[in-house]
């Protein structure tokens, strides 16, 4: 089964950038959507960006425009560069599958930080 090793998270400005990478254990290439989730202190988990094996991609309202999810099938890895983050983008962050009931185990997420 696939298993998913989140980084690249940490502490930055208002303002600020991010690149997180998500890198499977196995080929993500049988999977025809990943996705990007976040969840935030009390918060349910959300998903935020979505990619197609193909490379279609959806977001959620609350970081279209400034997010830009991406997807490596050769490397087994997904990206997600956030740009002009926001104290609201405080969460951890999680990728899985993005197809419906079709979830694989959660990895540690890694945590993203947005204060100044």
């Known amino acids: 089964q696939v298993r998913f090793v989140e980084s690249g998270g940490g502490l930055v400005q208002p303002g600020g950038s991010l690149r997180l990478s998500c890198g499977a254990s196995?080929?993500?290439?049988?999977?025809?959507?990943m996705g990007w989730y976040r969840q935030a202190p009390g918060k349910q988990r959300e998903r935020v960006a979505s990619v197609t094996f193909g490379g279609a991609t959806t977001y959620a309202d609350s970081v279209s425009g400034r997010f830009t999810i991406s997807r490596d099938n050769a490397k087994n890895t997904v990206d997600l560069q956030m740009n002009s983050l926001k104290p609201e983008d405080t969460a951890v962050y999680f990728c899985n599958t993005a197809i419906t009931g079709v979830l694989l185990p959660w990895g540690q997420g890694t945590q993203v930080i947005v204060s100044s």
């Open positions: 196995s080929s993500i290439t049988g999977i025809y959507a």
